[in-house]
């Protein structure tokens, strides 16, 4: 079921209190549909729930540089993190994904529903350059809810460092 951004302050409530992640694209005046599906177990019956292609799906990953020092990075769902161009791009030697408690502590989200919108802490953000020009889907901070955004819209809004970091989801 698709919601789009209510007009006249009425916002999508989760529990019925605002989700930090749509009271933050509120926030920006970012334009979104936001979407709400039943649970899924993988990557395509997201995609499938949400009514788009698979790379249309951006996986927002929580990578730890150091202590207390977190970013996250957009990935189109078709792909995975590449580590040597991440380091190489943020000028480090050594990358680690928290684990999902850890990863909470970081952004307020549980694994499965992070979003950089209305995180915590408003960590930097990296988009890998293929999100560029299109539509996609993000978590909004609950199972079962996403939002549709302009890609270029929302990277804009984060302030996002935008390059190649991604490399093609391995075959099985």
Same mark, same amino acid.
């Given at each position: 079921?698709?919601?789009?951004?209510?007009?006249?302050?009425?916002?999508?409530?989760?529990?019925?209190?605002?989700?930090?992640?749509?009271?933050?694209?509120?926030?920006?005046?970012?334009?979104? #549909? =936001?979407?709400?599906?039943?649970?899924?177990? $993988?990557?395509?019956? &997201?995609? %499938? @729930? /949400?009514?788009?292609?698979?790379?249309?799906?951006?996986?927002?990953?929580?990578v730890?540089?150091?202590?207390?020092?977190?970013?996250?990075?957009?990935?189109p769902?078709?792909r995975?993190?590449?580590?040597?161009?991440? #380091? =190489?791009?943020?000028?480090?030697?050594?990358? $680690?994904m928290?684990? &999902?408690? %850890? @990863? /909470?502590?970081?952004?307020g989200?549980?694994?499965?529903?992070?979003?950089?919108f209305?995180?915590?802490?408003?960590?930097?953000?990296?988009?890998?350059?293929?999100?560029?020009?299109?539509?996609?889907?993000?978590?909004?901070?609950?199972?079962?809810l996403?939002?549709?955004?302009?890609?270029?819209? &929302?990277?804009? @809004?984060?302030?996002?460092?935008?390059?190649?970091?991604?490399?093609?989801?391995?075959?099985?």
């Amino acid at each position: 079921m698709a919601i789009s951004r209510p007009a006249q302050g009425r916002r999508v409530t989760v529990a019925g209190m605002p989700s930090p992640a749509i009271a933050a694209l509120d926030a920006a005046g970012l334009p979104y #549909r =936001a979407i709400r599906h039943g649970p899924v177990r $993988s990557l395509a019956e &997201a995609a %499938a @729930a /949400r009514g788009v292609a698979v790379p249309d799906v951006v996986k927002t990953i929580v990578v730890r540089r150091g202590e207390d020092d977190h970013l996250f990075v957009l990935t189109p769902g078709d792909r995975v993190v590449s580590w040597p161009k991440l #380091r =190489a791009l943020l000028g480090v030697s050594r990358l $680690s994904m928290p684990d &999902a408690e %850890a @990863a /909470r502590a970081a952004t307020g989200y549980e694994r499965g529903t992070i979003t950089p919108f209305g995180s915590t802490t408003a960590w930097p953000v990296v988009a890998d350059e293929r999100l560029r020009g299109r539509e996609i889907t993000l978590g909004a901070g609950e199972h079962g809810l996403a939002v549709a955004v302009d890609a270029d819209a &929302a990277v804009t @809004a984060l302030a996002a460092t935008v390059a190649d970091v991604t490399d093609p989801e391995p075959t099985r």
